[in-house]
């Protein structure tokens, strides 16, 4: 179980819209540190962000990270977002149907292969 499983399921075992945001976020992290071998900081997606014209605080990138606080759901901010992460809008933005990007797609097999040979 990663570390976002168990976190924010309502009593149903349903995940909560920030907690989904979340792993997708932490998806989109994790996707990051494959590809360069390196953590993206949240300074280097701050200013990636003010590039773009989007603020973002530490404590609010903490949460939505986290899957706590109120949700997410500004348009510029996760499009903005989608673009740094170089994914459709729509996987952020939550739209129906949404898929998980055939780029994170194949990292998740990747690691799943990774985690098989041991």
């Known amino acids: 179980m990663d570390a976002n499983e168990g976190a924010g399921k309502a009593g149903g075992g349903v995940?909560?819209?920030?907690?989904?945001l979340a792993?997708?976020?932490?998806?989109?992290?994790?996707t990051?540190?494959?590809e360069r071998g390196v953590?993206?900081?949240y300074r280097e997606v701050s200013e990636?962000?003010?590039k773009r014209g989007v603020n973002?605080?530490?404590?609010?990138?903490?949460?939505?990270k986290d899957g706590t606080?109120?949700?997410?759901?500004d348009p510029k901010l996760l499009?903005?977002?989608?673009?740094?992460?170089?994914?459709?809008?729509?996987?952020?933005?939550?739209?129906?149907?949404?898929?998980?990007?055939e780029r994170i797609d194949a990292q998740l097999e990747f690691v799943k292969s990774l985690r098989a040979a041991r």
Not at 56 to 64: G, I, P, T
Not at 69 to 73: E, I, K, P
Request: proline fraction near 5%; aromatic fraction near 8%.
């Open 69 to 73: 606080g109120r949700m997410v759901s």
């Open 48 to 50: 990636a962000l003010a």
């Open 79 to 101: 499009t903005a977002l989608s673009e740094i992460f170089q994914v459709d809008p729509s996987y952020l933005l939550g739209s129906d149907g949404a898929e998980v990007p």
């Open 56 to 64: 973002l605080s530490r404590a609010r990138w903490f949460y939505m």
């Open 39 to 41: 953590a993206l900081t």
């Open 15 to 20: 995940r909560t819209p920030q907690a989904e």
């Open 23 to 30: 792993r997708k976020l932490n998806l989109l992290l994790d």
């Open 32 to 34: 990051v540190v494959a």
